[in-house]
Antibody, heavy 122, light 112 residues
Framework: QVQLVQSGAEVKKPGASVKVSCKAS????????INWVRQATGQGLEWMGW????????GYAQKFQGRVTMTRNTSISTAYMELSSLRSEDTAVYYC???????????????WGKGTTVTVSS | DIVMTQTPLSLSVTPGQPASISCKSS???????????LYWYLQKPGQSPQLLIY???SRFSGVPDRFSGSGSGTDFTLKISRVEAEDVGVYYC?????????FGQGTKVEIK
Protein backbone atom coordinates (compact mmCIF):
# COMPACT_ATOMS: atom_id res chain seq x y z
CA GLN A 1 0.00 0.00 0.00
CA VAL A 2 1.01 3.62 -0.41
CA GLN A 3 3.15 4.78 2.50
CA LEU A 4 5.39 7.61 3.54
CA VAL A 5 7.66 6.50 6.37
CA GLN A 6 9.45 9.25 8.25
CA SER A 7 12.57 9.19 10.36
CA GLY A 8 12.52 9.20 14.13
CA ALA A 9 12.28 11.99 16.66
CA GLU A 10 15.12 14.48 16.98
CA VAL A 11 16.33 16.72 19.79
CA LYS A 12 18.51 19.63 18.73
CA LYS A 13 20.12 22.64 20.35
CA PRO A 14 19.36 26.17 19.20
CA GLY A 15 21.45 27.09 16.18
CA ALA A 16 21.82 23.52 15.00
CA SER A 17 20.32 21.89 11.90
CA VAL A 18 17.99 18.93 11.53
CA LYS A 19 17.43 16.66 8.55
CA VAL A 20 14.23 14.64 8.37
CA SER A 21 13.70 11.84 5.87
CA CYS A 22 10.55 10.56 4.20
CA LYS A 23 10.70 7.20 2.44
CA ALA A 24 8.01 6.49 -0.12
CA SER A 25 6.67 3.08 -1.06
CA UNK A 26 3.75 1.60 -2.94
CA UNK A 27 3.80 4.10 -5.80
CA UNK A 28 6.11 5.69 -8.38
CA UNK A 29 8.18 8.13 -6.33
CA UNK A 30 8.83 10.54 -9.18
CA UNK A 31 5.15 10.94 -10.06
CA UNK A 32 4.26 12.80 -6.87
CA UNK A 33 5.71 15.96 -5.35
CA ILE A 34 6.70 15.81 -1.71
CA ASN A 35 5.46 18.64 0.47
CA TRP A 36 6.43 19.40 4.05
CA VAL A 37 3.96 20.69 6.63
CA ARG A 38 4.67 21.36 10.28
CA GLN A 39 2.51 21.56 13.37
CA ALA A 40 3.56 23.03 16.69
CA THR A 41 2.03 21.40 19.75
CA GLY A 42 -1.66 22.20 19.95
CA GLN A 43 -1.44 24.42 16.88
CA GLY A 44 -2.58 24.30 13.28
CA LEU A 45 -0.89 23.18 10.09
CA GLU A 46 1.80 25.27 8.38
CA TRP A 47 3.01 24.53 4.84
CA MET A 48 6.76 24.79 4.43
CA GLY A 49 7.45 23.93 0.81
CA TRP A 50 7.47 21.33 -1.95
CA UNK A 51 9.89 19.37 -4.07
CA UNK A 52 9.47 17.57 -7.36
CA UNK A 53 11.39 14.28 -7.00
CA UNK A 54 11.84 13.94 -10.76
CA UNK A 55 13.46 17.31 -11.46
CA UNK A 56 14.57 18.26 -7.97
CA UNK A 57 12.77 21.59 -8.37
CA UNK A 58 11.69 23.14 -5.10
CA GLY A 59 9.54 25.94 -3.78
CA TYR A 60 9.63 27.24 -0.22
CA ALA A 61 7.30 29.34 1.86
CA GLN A 62 8.70 32.84 2.33
CA LYS A 63 8.95 32.28 6.07
CA PHE A 64 11.48 29.48 5.61
CA GLN A 65 13.47 30.85 2.66
CA GLY A 66 17.18 30.64 3.40
CA ARG A 67 16.72 28.14 6.24
CA VAL A 68 15.09 25.15 4.59
CA THR A 69 16.44 22.80 1.94
CA MET A 70 14.46 19.97 0.36
CA THR A 71 16.30 17.23 -1.50
CA ARG A 72 15.79 13.66 -2.63
CA ASN A 73 17.51 10.41 -3.46
CA THR A 74 15.48 8.77 -6.19
CA SER A 75 17.46 5.51 -5.98
CA ILE A 76 15.92 4.86 -2.56
CA SER A 77 12.65 6.80 -3.05
CA THR A 78 13.44 9.11 -0.17
CA ALA A 79 12.89 12.82 0.30
CA TYR A 80 14.65 14.99 2.85
CA MET A 81 13.91 18.25 4.58
CA GLU A 82 16.73 20.08 6.30
CA LEU A 83 16.04 23.07 8.53
CA SER A 84 18.95 25.12 9.80
CA SER A 85 19.54 27.78 12.46
CA LEU A 86 16.98 26.11 14.67
CA ARG A 87 15.23 28.07 17.40
CA SER A 88 12.77 27.06 20.07
CA GLU A 89 9.85 28.12 17.88
CA ASP A 90 10.80 25.37 15.42
CA THR A 91 9.76 22.74 17.95
CA ALA A 92 7.00 20.89 16.10
CA VAL A 93 5.89 17.75 14.34
CA TYR A 94 7.08 17.77 10.75
CA TYR A 95 4.99 15.90 8.18
CA CYS A 96 5.78 14.94 4.63
CA UNK A 97 2.81 14.60 2.29
CA UNK A 98 2.61 13.76 -1.38
CA UNK A 99 0.78 15.69 -4.08
CA UNK A 100 0.21 14.59 -7.69
CA UNK A 101 3.04 16.17 -9.69
CA UNK A 102 0.90 16.36 -12.84
CA UNK A 103 -1.49 18.71 -11.04
CA UNK A 104 1.21 21.26 -10.06
CA UNK A 105 0.89 24.15 -9.24
CA UNK A 106 -2.32 22.82 -7.76
CA UNK A 107 -1.39 21.11 -4.50
CA UNK A 108 -3.56 18.27 -3.24
CA UNK A 109 -2.00 16.48 -0.28
CA UNK A 110 -3.48 13.01 -0.53
CA UNK A 111 -1.17 10.82 1.57
CA TRP A 112 0.72 11.92 4.68
CA GLY A 113 3.53 10.46 6.71
CA LYS A 114 3.05 9.89 10.44
CA GLY A 115 5.22 12.84 11.35
CA THR A 116 8.62 13.45 12.95
CA THR A 117 8.86 15.31 16.24
CA VAL A 118 11.67 17.84 16.34
CA THR A 119 12.42 19.41 19.70
CA VAL A 120 14.72 22.41 19.93
CA SER A 121 16.00 22.94 23.43
CA SER A 122 19.17 24.07 25.13
CA ASP B 1 -1.26 35.12 0.84
CA ILE B 2 -4.72 33.63 1.07
CA VAL B 3 -6.31 33.42 4.50
CA MET B 4 -8.68 30.57 5.34
CA THR B 5 -11.16 31.16 8.16
CA GLN B 6 -13.13 28.33 9.76
CA THR B 7 -16.16 28.51 12.02
CA PRO B 8 -16.88 27.32 14.59
CA LEU B 9 -13.54 26.50 16.17
CA SER B 10 -15.10 23.78 18.27
CA LEU B 11 -18.20 21.65 18.09
CA SER B 12 -19.76 19.18 20.51
CA VAL B 13 -22.15 16.77 18.82
CA THR B 14 -24.47 14.03 20.01
CA PRO B 15 -23.85 10.74 18.16
CA GLY B 16 -26.24 10.36 15.27
CA GLN B 17 -26.79 14.09 14.93
CA PRO B 18 -25.52 16.21 12.04
CA ALA B 19 -22.60 18.61 12.15
CA SER B 20 -21.54 21.44 9.87
CA ILE B 21 -18.30 23.40 9.52
CA SER B 22 -17.84 26.56 7.50
CA CYS B 23 -14.68 27.66 5.71
CA LYS B 24 -14.17 31.01 3.99
CA SER B 25 -11.22 32.00 1.84
CA SER B 26 -9.94 35.54 1.31
CA UNK B 27 -9.79 34.95 -2.46
CA UNK B 28 -11.73 32.83 -4.91
CA UNK B 29 -10.53 29.25 -5.23
CA UNK B 30 -12.06 28.84 -8.69
CA UNK B 31 -9.44 27.93 -11.30
CA UNK B 32 -9.63 28.77 -14.99
CA UNK B 33 -10.10 25.03 -15.63
CA UNK B 34 -13.48 25.30 -13.94
CA UNK B 35 -12.49 23.37 -10.84
CA UNK B 36 -12.35 24.76 -7.32
CA UNK B 37 -9.40 23.59 -5.26
CA LEU B 38 -10.72 23.38 -1.72
CA TYR B 39 -9.94 20.37 0.44
CA TRP B 40 -11.06 19.05 3.81
CA TYR B 41 -8.83 17.05 6.15
CA LEU B 42 -9.48 15.27 9.42
CA GLN B 43 -6.73 14.90 11.98
CA LYS B 44 -7.76 12.26 14.49
CA PRO B 45 -6.15 12.40 17.92
CA GLY B 46 -2.48 11.42 17.73
CA GLN B 47 -2.57 10.91 13.98
CA SER B 48 -1.53 12.76 10.87
CA PRO B 49 -4.16 14.56 8.76
CA GLN B 50 -6.12 12.47 6.29
CA LEU B 51 -7.80 13.72 3.14
CA LEU B 52 -11.59 13.56 3.28
CA ILE B 53 -12.84 15.79 0.48
CA TYR B 54 -11.12 17.23 -2.59
CA UNK B 55 -12.31 19.82 -5.12
CA UNK B 56 -15.06 21.00 -2.76
CA UNK B 57 -17.31 17.94 -2.91
CA SER B 58 -15.51 14.78 -4.06
CA ARG B 59 -14.96 12.18 -1.37
CA PHE B 60 -11.48 10.66 -1.25
CA SER B 61 -11.07 6.90 -1.47
CA GLY B 62 -12.61 5.11 1.50
CA VAL B 63 -14.34 8.14 3.00
CA PRO B 64 -17.86 7.30 4.24
CA ASP B 65 -20.77 8.93 2.45
CA ARG B 66 -21.94 10.64 5.65
CA PHE B 67 -19.28 13.25 4.81
CA SER B 68 -20.20 15.79 2.16
CA GLY B 69 -18.75 19.06 0.96
CA SER B 70 -20.34 21.99 -0.79
CA GLY B 71 -19.74 25.59 -1.73
CA SER B 72 -18.19 27.75 -4.38
CA GLY B 73 -15.87 30.69 -4.87
CA THR B 74 -14.92 31.69 -1.34
CA ASP B 75 -17.53 29.98 0.87
CA PHE B 76 -17.49 26.29 1.68
CA THR B 77 -19.13 23.84 4.04
CA LEU B 78 -18.33 20.37 5.32
CA LYS B 79 -21.29 18.40 6.61
CA ILE B 80 -21.42 15.16 8.55
CA SER B 81 -24.93 13.76 8.23
CA ARG B 82 -24.77 11.56 11.34
CA VAL B 83 -21.75 11.95 13.57
CA GLU B 84 -20.11 8.79 14.85
CA ALA B 85 -17.59 8.36 17.65
CA GLU B 86 -14.77 7.77 15.14
CA ASP B 87 -15.33 11.22 13.63
CA VAL B 88 -13.76 13.04 16.58
CA GLY B 89 -10.71 15.14 15.83
CA VAL B 90 -9.78 18.41 14.21
CA TYR B 91 -11.09 19.27 10.76
CA TYR B 92 -9.10 21.57 8.49
CA CYS B 93 -9.96 23.16 5.21
CA UNK B 94 -7.12 23.90 2.82
CA UNK B 95 -6.76 25.80 -0.42
CA UNK B 96 -4.40 24.36 -3.01
CA UNK B 97 -4.75 26.78 -5.91
CA UNK B 98 -2.60 29.70 -4.80
CA UNK B 99 0.94 29.35 -3.50
CA UNK B 100 1.52 29.07 -0.61
CA UNK B 101 -1.20 26.54 0.24
CA UNK B 102 -3.07 27.61 3.35
CA PHE B 103 -5.04 25.83 6.03
CA GLY B 104 -7.88 27.04 8.18
CA GLN B 105 -7.32 27.22 11.94
CA GLY B 106 -9.09 23.91 12.45
CA THR B 107 -12.41 22.93 14.01
CA LYS B 108 -12.30 20.53 16.93
CA VAL B 109 -15.21 18.08 16.92
CA GLU B 110 -15.99 16.14 20.05
CA ILE B 111 -18.77 13.80 21.06
CA LYS B 112 -21.24 14.81 23.76
Amino acid sequence: QVQLVQSGAEVKKPGASVKVSCKASGYTFTSYDINWVRQATGQGLEWMGWMNPNSGNTGYAQKFQGRVTMTRNTSISTAYMELSSLRSEDTAVYYCARAPAWEWPIIRLDVWGKGTTVTVSS
Amino acid sequence: DIVMTQTPLSLSVTPGQPASISCKSSQSLLHSDGKTYLYWYLQKPGQSPQLLIYEVSSRFSGVPDRFSGSGSGTDFTLKISRVEAEDVGVYYCMQGIHLPPAFGQGTKVEIK
